[in-house]
């Protein structure tokens, strides 16, 4: 087996290959621009960034300039060194270098905790690490600055609003210069410009992070809410509903006040304070509570597909991935300890077979107890185990994030790998013994006496909007025939043809399908190139031909000329490719 300890597959080496970039990266911005001030500058999961304090934004012609002092940078060759100090001399260092962020950041460092820098000639920086051992280990050719951007200091908008330089680089340029067409491949498929492209959905400045949906739009949503709908009924889910707004109290006893209030929108109704809701779950506890459950009725399945608020920062919006809205496909399920196991067996086995229809690979991550959690470290341990249990059980290949998890329990999370290999966080599954003791549920067990329901939440989609938005991209706005929001069109050649097409069409629509009919006085070619760049899957082409012989010229979004069909042919082999929800 090939040695992959300097190699992109050990994490860790990765990180530490982009750490030390940005470190290159901040030593020419210093070169450059004496005056800025450094705050940040961590590797992320495509490259990495770093935070300067400038008085004016960086422009294009800035990132080309700081890429060049780089490179010399990196030729210079210069050793990177580690040494720790003492705080007072950590702080006077950065002070005496005009650095107030890194003086701030040391202020804010525990009494006992280890400061450490790193220096690379002239360049010294506060850090803990680790970085390489000299500049020459960057190649050169491998690196680019991609954008620069706005980002407040620590992510707070009440602080000062600095400038973002995020950038990338990799062991060779052939693999930097595959990462460049990937991000121009993405830039093509972004939902934001097909969502506008389709008239699908968008986002406006008088409602920014609450998007709106256009018909065509309201036609995928609803079929995937269909989808969603029909695969829990077969799963023995019940659907509820719950309010959008409720009162103080159920969060302060929830716990979402003390953990989450932040990212929470209030209001005062008859002198009281109410949230309207940023998750369904305290809703659901009540819906279970609303009368008592005998141990034979367990497990209890509900799910909900509950419109939630967030309070996000404007920074952080991002068409329907980041929004201040959204529809959650939430699901609480109640049950007995003992059937706890078969439980979150059966509910990886539904979003497998859900993630499996759309064509989505993905990898799985077990979050554990994080510093603010609530309850006793006894059930949480339990509750961890039974999730890595039953990953186990699977074969599950998963990892481990320590720290992650809720602030009322561990979670396994979902992340699904798209068509040009990014990943995204979509479906989650969290075990819950604090929020039953919190609302008191019960059921009756076998021996007459009253106990505790263990509890899951869990979510598939993750956000109606957000899944939406990563399907789209998936797919390039090319949607399987299932979901197109429109599915044919019947396209005249003359006017002639027009009465034929007009039929057809509408016995297609009486049949389920969604066909339009381009009755335009318009040339073929054009037509048919418009309803390629709608992505329509099918085009039916109708001439005097067609018209006389009561055939139909079909064409295939993805396959192009089918050549003739006649209309059972045609109606057969697309209500096939409806009913098997092929991608």
């Known amino acids: 087996m090939a040695d992959t300890k300097y190699t992109f597959e050990n994490e860790v080496f990765k990180d530490t290959y982009r750490h030390t970039t940005s470190h290159i990266m901040a030593q020419a911005v210093k070169r450059l621009y004496p005056e800025a001030k450094l705050a940040i500058g961590p590797a992320i999961e495509d490259g990495f960034y770093y935070d300067f304090d400038t008085e004016t934004p960086l422009s294009p012609e800035d990132l080309e300039k700081i890429e060049a002092e780089m490179r010399r940078i990196i030729k210079e060759k210069l050793p990177i060194e580690r ?21 701030e950041l040391i202020e804010n460092l525990p009494p006992d905790a280890s400061i450490s820098f790193y220096r690379q000639g002239e360049f010294t920086d506060l ?24 980002a407040y200091w620590r992510g707070d908008s009440s602080n000062k609003m600095l400038r973002r330089v995020y950038g990338t680089c990799f062991q060779s340029k052939d693999e930097l210069d595959a990462h460049l067409m990937r991000i121009e491949e993405a830039k093509r498929r972004d939902h934001r410009k097909l969502g506008r492209e389709l008239d699908l959905f968008a986002t406006f400045d008088e409602g920014p992070g609450f998007p709106f949906f256009f018909p065509k739009g309201m036609i995928l949503r609803n079929e995937l809410i269909d989808f969603w709908r029909s695969e829990h009924r077969k799963a023995g889910y019940e659907e509820i509903s719950t309010p959008i707004i409720l009162s103080g109290e159920l969060w302060h006893r929830s716990g979402h006040w003390d953990h989450y209030k932040d990212n929470m929108y209030f ?61 959650q496909d939430d699901a609480h399920i109640y049950m007995t300890p003992e059937q706890l196991p078969g439980e979150i067996s059966g509910v990886l086995d539904l979003i497998d077979r859900i993630y499996t229809v759309f064509g989505f ?79 008191e549920l019960e059921y009756t067990g076998a021996d007459g006496e009253k106990h505790r329901p263990v509890m899951l939440h869990r979510a598939i989609f993750g956000s109606i909007e957000r899944f939406i938005a990563i399907l789209t991209e998936h797919c390039a706005g090319a949607f399987p025939l299932w979901l197109a929001p429109v599915q044919i069109a019947a396209l005249p050649i003359t006017d002639r043809a027009g009465e034929y097409a007009r039929s057809v069409a509408c016995a297609l629509t009486d049949l389920g399908f969604r066909a339009e009919t381009d ?65």
């Open 267 to 327: 209001t005062n109704i008859d002198e009281s304070d109410f949230v309207i809701k940023p998750m369904n779950c305290p809703g659901g506890m009540l819906a279970y509570k609303r009368r008592m459950w005998s141990y034979r009725e367990l497990p209890v399945r509900t799910a909900e597909l509950g419109l939630v608020h967030r309070h996000e920062l404007s920074g952080t919006l991002h068409g329907l991935m980041r929004v201040r809205c959204f529809t």
């Open 519 to 583: 009755p335009r006085n318009e040339k073929i070619g054009y037509k048919i190139r418009e309803a390629q760049l709608r992505k329509i899957p099918y085009m039916l082409v109708f001439g005097d031909k067609e018209t006389e012989s009561g055939t139909l010229a079909v064409r295939s979004r993805a396959e192009g000329d089918l050549g003739a069909m006649t209309a059972d042919e045609f109606i057969a082999k697309i209500t096939a490719e409806r009913g098997s929800r092929s991608v």
């Open 83 to 103: 040494f720790e100090l003492e705080r007072a001399e950590a702080l006077e260092l950065m002070r005496s270098r005009g650095e107030p962020y890194k003086a």
């Open 361 to 439: 690979e993905y990898k799985v991550e077990l979050s554990t107890r994080p510093d603010d959690f609530m309850g006793e470290i006894r059930t949480w341990d339990i509750a961890e185990a039974a999730l890595e249990s039953a990953l186990k059980a699977k074969g599950a290949d998963y990892s481990v994030n320590p720290g992650d998890g809720a602030f009322y329990g561990p979670k396994i999370d979902f992340h699904l790998r798209d068509s040009i290999g990014r990943t995204w966080q979509c479906g989650t599954v969290q075990l819950d013994f604090q929020m039953p003791e919190r609302f």
């Open 127 to 150: 850090c803990a690490g680790p970085h390489l051992d000299s500049t020459s280990r960057v190649k050169a050719n491998a690196l680019k600055l991609t954008s620069a951007t706005g």
